[in-house]
């Protein structure tokens, strides 16, 4: 059974070692780059602190995620700032199982009425999974990235 675990001193070098397929590189920051940023947050529209996780199947570190909170923003109170599958364990679940965990911590907080993500517009693989979790296009870009919001109360 997958789980998540926080980012720490014991695990952060093999996250940092895995790695997406060559031609899906430029869809995700790398794990060095994500848990650097987590260290200090993220100062968009207001400061999101961030926090970083392995996702695992038993000792086995599978991907890597993020997400931030920010309960002064006016639009979205979370935001999934990273989700990776390393290249020879995708298509196995871990991907949608990481976004549930994140939802499920997100639905458990009552201060979340609404939860964001972006993506690049080509990224067919992970707008079919943010769209079949709830997500919604706002028709608004990020930088150079679509944005999504999915509403929780």
């Known amino acids: 059974m997958p789980e998540i675990r926080p980012v720490t001193k014991n ?3 093999e996250l940092i070692r895995l790695k997406v397929r060559d031609d899906q590189s430029h869809f995700v920051a790398s794990n060095l780059y994500s848990i650097a940023e987590a260290q200090f947050g993220d100062d968009y529209e207001g400061h999101w602190d961030l926090h970083p ?6 000792d086995t570190p599978v991907g890597f ?6 309960f002064e923003h006016p639009d979205q109170q979370a935001f999934i700032l ?3 599958v390393a290249d020879q364990f995708q298509g196995k679940g871990y991907g949608r199982f990481g976004m549930e965990k994140m939802l499920e911590i997100f639905r458990s907080d009552e201060r979340i009425h609404t939860a964001g993500i972006s993506y690049e517009p080509e990224n067919e693989a992970a707008k079919k999974l943010y769209a079949s979790l709830g997500f919604i296009e706002t028709g608004k870009m990020l930088g150079e990235e679509v944005e999504a919001i999915l509403r929780l109360r």
């Open 53 to 58: 996780f392995g996702i695992y199947d038993g």
């Open 82 to 84: 990273r989700l990776m």
């Open 65 to 70: 995620l993020m997400y931030g909170y920010n």
């Open 11 to 13: 695990n952060w070098k």
